[in-house]
Antibody, heavy 121, light 107 residues
Framework: QVQLQESGPGLVTPSETLSLTCTVS????????WTWIRQPPGKELEYIGY???????NYNPSLESRVTMSLDMSKNQFSLRLTSVTAADTAVYYC???????????????WGQGTLVTVSS | DIQMTQSPSALSASVGDRVIISCRAS??????LNWYQQKPGEAPNLLIH???TLQSGVPSRFSGSGSATDYTLTISSLQPEDFATYYC?????????FGPGTKVDIK
């Protein structure tokens, strides 16, 4: 059974960088699209982007200038960095697994439990 | 970006009711439409992908249909564990986008 677990600071200072890691267990990080989604409290889901096992990435244009995703095959982990954060970046951040390709990239079949990141001084 | 809308935004229903949730895309998404269920404090759970393909392990009372811009999620007989918020998502083009959700609660 594939499991994903987010880790990282729960509190980030405005203008600083948010960094999260997702550890994948029960399966290989190869051949899937590893995705970050966020959900501000009481609001809807927002796609942040994905990183493929080859290292290629796709980011939401609304966040593209501030986002970097990467993966570490040796640790079966992938990561999110979001720079210059503001209160608007306060959200539950989820990591998830997308399909093997094509339009299945966006079918997210395994999710982490989510981690609340609050941006505040 | 493709905009997704859902209707209704909320509904009240009883156990055993048939429930239908609608989702509309701002352009044709060629059945690349996924449905998720989210319960409070939990991550979303994939129910249906490619408009009508039931995800493994999901009860058969859930079904999906539609084409082009209009899609529906049907729960044939609502069960107590189905009270949740349901989201549609298009995976036709990036950035993938979600609908605003439909909250199903107890009448």
């Amino acid at each position: 059974q594939v499991q994903l677990q987010e880790s990282g600071p729960g509190l980030v200072t405005p203008s600083e960088t948010l960094s999260l890691t997702c550890t994948v267990s029960g399966g290989s990080i190869s051949n899937y699209y590893w995705t970050w989604i966020r959900q501000p409290p009481g609001k809807e889901l927002e796609y942040i982007g994905y990183v493929f096992h080859s290292g290629s990435t796709n980011y939401n244009p609304s966040l593209e200038s501030r986002v970097t995703m990467s993966l570490d095959m040796s640790k079966n982990q992938f990561s999110l960095r979001l720079t210059s954060v503001t209160a608007a970046d306060t959200a539950v951040y989820y990591c998830a697994r997308g399909g093997v390709g094509g339009h299945d990239r966006g079918s997210l079949d395994y999710w982490g439990q989510g981690t609340l990141v609050t941006v505040s001084s | 970006d493709i905009q997704m809308t859902q209707s209704p935004s909320a509904l009240s229903a009883s156990v055993g009711d048939r429930v239908i949730i609608s989702c509309r895309a701002s352009q044709s998404i060629n059945r690349y439409l996924n449905w998720y269920q989210q319960k409070p404090g939990e991550a979303p759970n994939l129910l249906i992908h490619a408009a009508s393909t039931l995800q493994s392990g999901v009860p058969s009372r859930f079904s999906g249909s539609g084409s082009a811009t209009d899609y529906t999620l049907t729960i044939s007989s609502l069960q107590p564990e189905d009270f949740a918020t349901y989201y549609c998502e298009q995976s036709y083009s990036t950035p993938f986008t979600f609908g605003p959700g439909t909250k199903v609660d107890i009448k």
